[in-house]
């Protein structure tokens, strides 16, 4: 079944925890993204990444972290340093840069509620 | 970041009416693309635009390309309960090379 799986669904943290989100893609894209989405708001970038091992700062990066060890996972790791981490957060992939089309495709959303 | 105006930002409607929303940008596009957001759910690509004037349907959904290549429509005709969502617009300058541009959305509500 090919797809992009966002795990998990709900996750709630104690307020100065850092924790991480997951995105596995099976689809052989090359490019993978991710995502803050607030209420009534649209996407806004956080970080991508074209290649393995390589990935650049989105829009809003401060108060996260990224790594890209393997081309079907690009975890998210939301840091205590990120002072409103509350958010639904989005991982999008996309065939990437040889195939000069940067249409994206989203996974399912990860609800993150620090308390 | 820049973000597309999009509009409206909500709509409420009558089951069976058609609807219209756009998106516009200072800046050229080659790529548009529309998505629909469920309710806790990531966005659904809908129609992907890559030429000015393109004119491209997917069922009762239709969007264009427009000739300026700083905007795009989106209709759907005869609307159905299930048509209700967040529609995200989203360009991009030059393939590859640029990131998304996403608009801020517009709500579809369906009165009953």
């Known amino acids: ?115 | 970041g820049q973000q597309l105006n999009q509009s409206p930002q909500s709509m409420f409607i009558q089951e069976g009416e058609d609807v219209s929303m756009n998106c516009t940008s200072s800046s050229i596009f080659n790529t548009w693309l529309w998505y629909k957001q469920d309710p806790g759910e990531g966005p659904v690509l809908l129609i992907a635009l890559y030429k000015a004037g393109e004119l491209t349907s997917n069922g009762r959904l239709t969007a264009q390309f427009g000739i300026t290549r700083k905007d795009s429509f989106l209709n759907i005709s005869a609307s159905i309960p299930s048509d209700v969502g967040i529609y995200f617009c989203a360009g991009q300058s030059n393939f590859g090379n640029e990131k998304l541009t996403f608009g801020t959305g517009t709500r579809l509500t369906i009165i009953p």
């Not at chain 1, 990444?49 to 390589?54: A, G, H, L, R, T």
Request: charged letters at 20%; glycine letters at 8%.
């Open chain 1, 1 to 115: 079944d090919g797809g992009i799986t966002q795990s998990p669904k709900y996750l709630f943290r104690k307020e100065g925890q850092n924790v991480t989100l997951s995105c596995e893609q099976n689809l052989n894209h090359d490019a993978m993204y991710w995502y803050r989405q607030d209420p009534g708001q649209g996407l806004r970038l956080i970080y991508y990444s074209q290649i393995v091992n390589d990935f650049q700062k989105g829009d809003i990066a401060e108060g996260y972290s990224v790594s890209r060890e393997k081309k079907e996972s690009f975890p998210l790791t939301v840091t205590s340093a990120q002072k409103n981490p509350t958010a639904f957060y989005l991982c999008a992939t996309s065939k990437g840069l040889v195939w000069r089309t940067d249409t994206q495709y989203f996974g399912p959303g990860t609800r993150l509620t620090v308390l």
